[in-house]
């Protein structure tokens, strides 16, 4: 059974910082382009970022570009996402995904979408 599991999820303080894990299972990580998206209340989800499965090139939405970052783990079937300075508007519901190796910028701007998806994790950012 294919399956991605986030976790790292939590509340933290305007500024602060959080680390997000994604575990697969019943695939392997390294044969597929892999994002981050968040859904926060009442909005649509939206594409975070995304990494490449072949020269490991990534893509960030803007508003978050500098403050996180996406990385594949060692294991080949985890990924993470570091999140720095992190803004009451970053609040959302975090979901993994993994998908066809196309070019990254079009998962994040959501010209198409990822094949395998986890669940999600929240984050709550808030004094």
């Known amino acids: 059974q294919l ?62 570009k500098g403050r996180f970052t996406i990385s594949r783990g060692n294991s080949k079937n985890t990924m993470y996402l570091q999140m720095n300075s992190l803004k009451p508007e970053d609040t959302a519901v975090y979901h993994c995904a993994a998908g066809p190796n196309y070019d990254c910028y079009g998962y994040v701007l959501g010209y198409y979408g990822m094949d395998y998806w986890g669940i999600g994790t929240l984050v709550n950012v808030s004094s």
């Open 3 to 64: 399956q991605l599991v986030e976790s790292g999820g939590g509340l933290v303080q305007p500024g602060g910082s959080l680390r997000l894990s994604c575990a697969a299972s019943g695939f392997t990580l390294d044969d597929y382009a892999i994002g981050w998206f968040r859904q926060a209340p009442g909005k649509e989800r939206e594409g975070v970022s995304c990494i490449s499965s072949d020269d490991g090139s990534a893509y960030y939405k803007p508003s978050v």
